[in-house]
C-alpha cells in the first residue's frame, strides 16, 4: 500500500475515470489546486456534488481527501478559526475510524486540527498544538510530505511561544532528516524560516532564507505558482521595510486589491506598510484604515481572535497617528472584546490597554456649530470622514445627559449619523452596537431598525440578526421578516428568503422591495413561474415617481423591474408578455406574434463550467433575454451548438465609452437557464491543418448539413512531422457538432468523404468508436504524428 498521496490520487483518478465517474475524477485532480491557490467559486462550487459522490460511492479516503483541501482552504487562505471548528474536529474524528486510518491523506487531519487552534488562539493552545504535532511527527516518516508539513506547524508553534531560537534549530532538524531521506523541503518552509528569523528581528537573513527557498524549489525544476509568487513578494516587502530599504519594500508589495482577494497574505501587507508609513512611503489616510478596518471585521465574524487581534493592533497604531480619535477608541473596544476570547493574554492585553490610553489622549475637537446643528453643517461641508465621525461623536450626549424637550429625537438621529459614517469606515459591528444600544431609548424609530439590520448583515453578525428579529416578531412582524428575509439572502438561502416575504407580504401587501427580493430569490431557484408573478405583481404596486407623466411611467421608474419580467417570461416562453413588457421599453419585435426567434446581435455568454470556473461564449441574441449559442462544446459545459438560452439582464463588462467605439466589444450577460437544447453530440478532431481553402470548404459542407465546427487550437498547435522525427506540421484540434438528425455512423462517413483527399489526416478515435468503425485506424494516426 502506497504512503505516497499523490501516488495514490493518480491511480484514484484513473480508476474513477474508466469507472465513468468523470466529475468526481475532476475534483479529484482539481481540487488541492483551488485550494492552495485561493480558488474560493471553484471549490465551494465542486466541494458539494464531490462529496455526495464520493460518500454514495463509498469512498471515505477520497472523502478524507476532499474535505482536507477545504479545510487547508478555509483554515490558511480564508483564514477561518472557530467558524472552521466543527469541521476540523469532525474531520479529526472521521479519519482516524478504522476505515479511513490508514489513508495517506489521513494524517493532514491533524495539521488541519492544529492550525485551526492556531486561528483562534495560537499562544493559548500551544501545550495541546506540540502534543499532539510530536505524537504525529513520531509516526510519520520524513519522506512523506506530511512530514514538512507537520513540522512547519510545530515550528510555527514554538514561535507563538515566543521561542523563535528554538523553532530555527527545529526546522533544521527537519531539514536534515527530509534531505537524508532523499526529498527536497518545500517552498514554504523557507516561509517558516523566515518568520523566525523575523521574530528574531534578523531581517537580512529572513530575506535571504526566502532566496535560498525559492532558488531550491526551481533547482528542483518546479515553477513557482501566482501563490508562491505573492507570499515570496509579502514576505519579502516586510523585511526590506523593517530595514529601511522602501523602495525595494514597495516593488515588491502587492496592491491593496489582491490583498483584499487574499485573506491570508494581509497581515504581513499590513505589517510592511506599517512600517513604509513610518518611513513615509506610504499614505497613512481614511482608505487605508477602511480597508484595515473591514479586514479585521473579517477575521472577527470568522471566529479568528488572535490574527483579528494582531490585525487591529496595526490598524489601531495608524490611526493613532493619523489623530482619529474615535476611530482609535472603536478598535480598543474591539480589541477588548477579543481579549475575551483568549485563553492567554500576556502581551496583547498590555497592548490593547495602551491603545486605548492613547486614544483616549487624543483631543476632542470642539463643535463648530451647537449639537442641533451639526447633521445639517457636516452635509454643506466637505469634511473627512474621520473627522467627521469625531465631531458626530463629540455631539453625542453621554448617557443619562439631560438632552431636554427636543434632546431624544436629536440624540437618535445623531446615533444614526455617527452610525452611518462609522459603518462607512469599515466598523459595521460597532456602528450596530450603537443602534442596538439607542433603540432600548427609542424603539420606535424605523431609520433605526433598517439600518441596525443592515450593519448586522454587513458585519455577518447572524446571531444580531436573529436577536434583532426576534425583538421586532410582536410589535413590527413585517419588519422582523425583511430583517431575515435579507440575512438569508446573504447567506444564499434562497428558499428561506422567499418564505420570509411571503410572510412579509401577508402583512403588508403593499411593500415593492420585498417582492423584488422573492422574485430574485425564486430566479435563482429555478421557479421562473414565481419570478414573473412577482414582478407582474411589483408593477401593479409599483407607483411613479412624483411629477413623473403616466406615458414615461414603466420607462423611468421600474425599468430594471421591466428587464427581469422580460428574462422570467422568456424562461416561461410567455413570448405575450415578452411582446408587450418589450413595448413598455421601446423594443420592437419583427413579427407580431408566437416565439420570439430573430438575429439581433453577437453577445456573449459567461457560464459556469463543472469545475466551478466561468467560461465566456459567443452567442447570437435571438430576442431580449435570449441567444443562440455558438461554439461546439464539451462535457465542461452544460451547453452546446445551437442551444439557445436565457440569460440575465445585467450587463457584465463596461460599454466603449462615447465616441470611442470598439468593433470587437461584445455585451456579457450571465446565463440564466437553458431554454431549447439543440441536441447536439460533441466529438473531437486532431491532425495536420489543411490550409485555410481546405478548412473553409469543410466547415462550409459540415455547416450545409447541420453540422457545427469549432476550432480549439491556436496558430502555433504543431504536430509531429512523420517524414521528419525533428519536424513539425501546423496541426487543428476542432470539435464536431453532430446534430441529433445525424447518426454516428453518418457523421463518420462524412468526415471521411470529405477528408479523404487531405495530405495530413485527422483522426476521430471517439467519433469511430461510437460508429462501431475501425478505431486502430484513428490510434495509428494519433501514433504517427504524436497527438
Known amino acids: 500500500m502506497t504512503t505516497d498521496i499523490w501516488a495514490w490520487v493518480h491511480d484514484v483518478h484513473g480508476d474513477l475515470v474508466e469507472s465513468g465517474q468523470h466529475r468526481l475524477a475532476d475534483a479529484l485532480a482539481e481540487i488541492a489546486g483551488h485550494a492552495v491557490e485561493g480558488r474560493n467559486e471553484q471549490l465551494d462550487a465542486m466541494f458539494p456534488e464531490a462529496m455526495a459522490s464520493a460518500r454514495a460511492l463509498g469512498l471515505p479516503w477520497v472523502e ?37 486510518a ?90 517558516s524560516r523566515a518568520s523566525a528569523l523575523h521574530r528574531l528581528g534578523r531581517y537580512q537573513d529572513a530575506l535571504a532564507a526566502y532566496d535560498a527557498a525559492e532558488l531550491g524549489y526551481v533547482s528542483a525544476r518546479q515553477k513557482p505558482d501566482d501563490d508562491d509568487r505573492r507570499k515570496l513578494a509579502v514576505g519579502r516587502a516586510v523585511m526590506l521595510a523593517a530595514l529601511g530599504r522602501t523602495e525595494l519594500a514597495l516593488e515588491q508589495l502587492p496592491g491593496m486589491a489582491e490583498a483584499e482577494r487574499y485573506p491570508d497574505i494581509r497581515y504581513r501587507w499590513a505589517t510592511a506598510v506599517e512600517s513604509l508609513t513610518t518611513a513615509g512611503a506610504y499614505p497613512n489616510d481614511a482608505e487605508l484604515g477602511t480597508r484595515l478596518a473591514h479586514w479585521v471585521g473579517y477575521l472577527d465574524t470568522a471566529g479568528s481572535h488572535r490574527p483579528c487581534l494582531d490585525l487591529l493592533l ?34 496583547v492585553a498590555g497592548q490593547v490597554a495602551a491603545l486605548r490610553e492613547e486614544a483616549e489622549g487624543l483631543p476632542v475637537p470642539a463643535l463648530p456649530v451647537p449639537a442641533a446643528g451639526l ?56 456602528a450596530a452596537e450603537l443602534l442596538r444600544a439607542r433603540m432600548d431609548q427609542d424603539e420606535g424609530h424605523e431609520q433605526l431598525v433598517l439600518m441596525l439590520s443592515g450593519l448586522l448583515i454587513d458585519a455577518g ?15 413590527r412582524p413585517a419588519d422582523a421578516h425583511w430583517t431575515r428575509a435579507r440575512w438569508a439572502a446573504a447567506e444564499g438561502r434562497w428558499a428561506e428568503v422567499g418564505e420570509h416575504c411571503a410572510a412579509l407580504l401577508a402583512v403588508d401587501p403593499s411593500r415593492i422591495n420585498p417582492r423584488r427580493l422573492a422574485a430574485s430569490a425564486a430566479t435563482r431557484l429555478g421557479d421562473h413561474a414565481t ?23 414603466h420607462r423611468t421608474v421600474q425599468q430594471p423591474d421591466l428587464w427581469h419580467l422580460i428574462t422570467a417570461a422568456t424562461a416561461n416562453r410567455d413570448w405575450a408578455v415578452v411582446r408587450s413588457t418589450g413595448a413598455l421599453l421601446g423594443i420592437g419585435f419583427a413579427t407580431d406574434g408566437g416565439p420570439v426567434d430573430e438575429e439581433w446581435q453577437l453577445v456573449t455568454i459567461r457560464a459556469t463550467r463543472t469545475n466551478g470556473s466561468t467560461a465566456d461564449l459567443p452567442a447570437v441574441r435571438t430576442g431580449p433575454a435570449s441567444a443562440r449559442i455558438l461554439p461546439v462544446l464539451g462535457e465542461e459545459l452544460p451547453l452546446n451548438h445551437r442551444d439557445v438560452v436565457v440569460f440575465g439582464p445585467q450587463l457584465l463588462n463596461e460599454p466603449p465609452a462615447e465616441g470611442e467605439p470598439d468593433e470587437n466589444w461584445r455585451p456579457a450577460f450571465e446565463l440564466l437557464v437553458l431554454l431549447d437544447p439543440a441536441g447536439y453530440t ?34 502555433d498547435y504543431a504536430i509531429t512531422d512523420p517524414a521528419d522525427e525533428d519536424g513539425e506540421l501546423p496541426g487543428v484540434y476542432a470539435a464536431l457538432g453532430v446534430p441529433p438528425t445525424a447518426s454516428a455512423v453518418e457523421a463518420d462517413a462524412l468526415l471521411t468523404r470529405l477528408t479523404t483527399a487531405w495530405e495530413h489526416p485527422l483522426s476521430w478515435p471517439e467519433l469511430a468508436e461510437a460508429a462501431g468503425v475501425d478505431v486502430a485506424l484513428h490510434r495509428r494516426i494519433a501514433e504517427r504524428y504524436g497527438l
Not at 482552504?73 to 477561518?80: E, G, I, P, S, V
Not at 477579543?338 to 493574554?345: A, D, G, I, P
Not at 473531437?684 to 459540415?702: F, H, I, N
Open 375 to 430: 447633521i445639517d453643517w457636516l452635509a454643506g461641508q466637505e469634511v473627512p470622514a474621520e473627522h467627521a465621525v469625531d465631531l458626530l461623536a463629540a455631539a453625542v450626549p453621554a448617557p443619562g445627559a439631560d438632552t431636554g424637550e427636543a434632546g431624544p429625537a436629536l440624540t437618535t438621529d445623531l446615533v444614526l449619523n455617527l452610525a452611518g459614517a462609522l459603518g462607512s469606515l469599515g466598523h459595521s459591528a460597532a
Open 531 to 553: 419570478a414573473q408573478r412577482l414582478y407582474q405583481e411589483l408593477l401593479e404596486h409599483a407607483l411613479p415617481s412624483e411629477g413623473t407623466p403616466p406615458e414615461l411611467r
Open 314 to 347: 496595526i490598524a489601531g497604531r495608524l490611526a493613532l497617528r493619523r489623530g482619529a480619535r474615535t476611530v482609535a477608541l472603536t478598535l480598543a473596544a474591539t480589541g477588548e472584546r477579543k481579549l475575551t476570547r483568549l485563553r492567554r493574554t500576556e502581551g
Open 682 to 715: 460533441t466529438y473531437w478532431l486532431d491532425g495536420g491543418w489543411p490550409g485555410r481553402e481546405a478548412w473553409t470548404a469543410l466547415r462550409e459542407e459540415l455547416g450545409e448539413a447541420g453540422y457545427g465546427l469549432w476550432v480549439y487550437s491556436t496558430g
Open 102 to 191: 490508514t489513508c495517506p491523506q489521513s494524517v493532514c487531519a491533524v495539521q488541519d486540527f492544529t492550525i485551526c487552534h492556531a486561528n483562534i488562539d495560537g499562544p493559548g493552545y500551544v501545550t495541546e498544538r506540540l502534543a499532539v504535532l510530536e505524537e504525529t511527527l513520531e509516526r510519520v516518516e520524513p519522506a512523506r510530505a506530511c512530514f514538512d508539513c507537520l513540522s512547519r506547524e510545530y515550528a510555527d508553534t514554538l514561535e507563538d511561544d515566543g521561542r523563535a531560537e528554538e523553532a530555527l534549530a527545529h526546522l533544521d532538524r527537519a531539514q536534515a532528516r527530509i534531505k537524508a531521506a532523499d526529498q527536497q523541503v518545500s517552498l514554504a518552509f523557507g516561509h
Open 461 to 475: 453578525d447572524g446571531e444580531g440578526v436573529k436577536r434583532l428579529a426576534d425583538r421586532l416578531i410582536q410589535h
Open 64 to 100: 478524507v481527501f476532499l474535505r482536507h483541501w477545504r479545510l487547508q482552504n478555509l483554515l490558511n487562505k480564508r483564514h477561518q478559526g472557530e467558524a472552521a471548528m466543527a469541521e476540523a474536529v469532525s474531520l479529526l474524528e472521521f479519519a482516524h475510524r478504522e476505515e479511513t
